[in-house]
């Protein structure tokens, strides 16, 4: 008797239920939005700086960005995921944004872009 082998593929994630060129630019317009906000003590922007470790949208359009800071006793500690969740929240097709800041893995130099080295002369 011969027994036929069934073979398993990994179950590849479900596909987003907002249309691919919309969510290309969804993701254009946050990293955008992102680069609208600076840290009043540095002169380049979050992103660049790389401060933002993850953003993530949903399909009901709703973004959840993980960011950190420079330091964890950042005088606008308090403030910048709100000037964060505001940015994000004026991008066309966004219906809510929420930043939360987290502090692992510890934000250091090299996670800057050479953008924000060059602006910083950081070489």
């Known amino acids: 008797m011969t027994e036929a082998l069934l073979e398993t593929k990994p179950h590849a994630p479900d596909p987003s239920a ?3 060129d919309e969510l290309a630019r969804m993701t254009d317009d946050i990293v955008a939005a992102l680069k609208t906000v600076y840290d ?13 470790y993850k ?13 950190t800071l420079t330091a964890p006793g950042c ?23 929420k930043a939360t800041v987290v502090f692992d893995p510890p934000w ?3 996670r800057m872009s050479d953008e924000a080295r060059v602006a910083l002369n950081m070489w």
């Open 108 to 110: 250091d130099h090299s």
């Open 18 to 20: 907002i249309p691919p």
């Open 55 to 67: 953003v993530d949208i949903d399909d009901d359009r709703n973004v959840a960005i993980e960011m």
């Open 40 to 52: 009043p003590e540095i002169p380049v922007d979050i992103y660049e700086l790389g401060l933002v």
């Open 75 to 97: 005088p606008v500690a308090g403030d910048m995921p709100g000037w964060v969740e505001n940015a994000v929240s004026t991008v066309a097709g966004v219906k809510s944004a």
